[in-house]
């Protein structure tokens, strides 16, 4: 990999904590948004959270409605840059190569998991262009199924062009326990297609209930 991390073990940064009250604040002013569901959020963190994806701004979004600090999974070329790639490190976040199966990140989201950290994960891989969940990719599954985490989705919903300003909706679905995928230990081919495709579909189930009527 030619970012520079620390894959050996994950850290809860103090930075995170220090930070997420002004994170909580920037997003009040950028976006008016409303919380559905967060009973649906787990008392102890050791799982997933999975969610579509349409802006840079979504962890911050995502992680102003839950308690946890979140680890977030996020694409290699934002870490080329070696201040910013430091800055997201002490934010929790870790670089992954898009598209070429980079285990080292796998093994490192499972160290976060095993740790009783909370995993996030933007399963599409990139931002849907048009502001709708699309197709996932099977990673989110795959730390799943060797982690025997459980995964909760989440959906992020706008009617408008994503920006400053614009009303958000995230919904907090049902938690998908581990066992409801049906992981087996000989693995076969479409255990982690199947399980991609029930995430993805209760993401997009989310999305689709829309904003809350008043």
Same mark, same amino acid.
């Given at each position: ?5 620390? *894959?050996?073990? !994950? ?6 904590? $220090? ?22 959020? !787990? ?15 979504? !962890? ?13 999974? %996020? ?17 929790? %976040? *870790? ?17 976060? $998991? ?6 996030? $994960? ?10 709708? !969940? ?5 990673? %989110?599954?795959?730390? %799943? ?26 919904? *907090?679905?049902?938690? $998908? ?38």
């Amino acid at each position: 990999m030619s970012v520079e991390f620390d *894959f050996s073990q !994950p850290k809860d940064h103090k930075t995170y904590h $220090i930070l997420k009250p002004l994170a909580v604040l920037v997003n009040r002013i950028c976006h008016p948004c409303t919380y559905v569901g967060k009973e649906n959020i !787990p008392e102890e963190g050791g799982f997933i959270i999975c969610c579509n994806h349409m802006s840079n701004f979504d !962890p911050i979004v995502l992680g102003s409605g839950v308690k946890f600090p979140v680890h977030y999974m %996020a694409k290699e070329e934002l870490f080329e840059n070696k201040a910013l790639g430091w800055f997201l490190g002490k934010l929790n %976040a *870790f670089p992954v190569i898009r598209g070429k199966g980079d285990m080292r990140a796998v093994e490192y989201a499972e160290k976060i $998991i095993k740790k009783g950290y909370v995993l996030g $994960i933007f399963p599409e891989g990139t931002r849907s262009k048009e502001y709708k !969940p699309m197709r996932g990719k099977a990673g %989110a599954a795959l730390i %799943a199924k060797q982690t025997g985490a459980d995964v909760l989705p989440v959906s992020i919903y706008t009617e408008d062009q994503y920006k400053n300003g614009t009303h958000l909706t995230i919904r *907090f679905g049902k938690l $998908i326990k581990n066992s409801e995928f049906g992981f087996t230990e000989e693995g076969k081919s479409r255990e982690l297609k199947d399980a991609t495709h029930r995430i993805m579909g209760d993401i997009t189930a989310l999305w689709e209930e829309g904003h809350c009527k008043k």
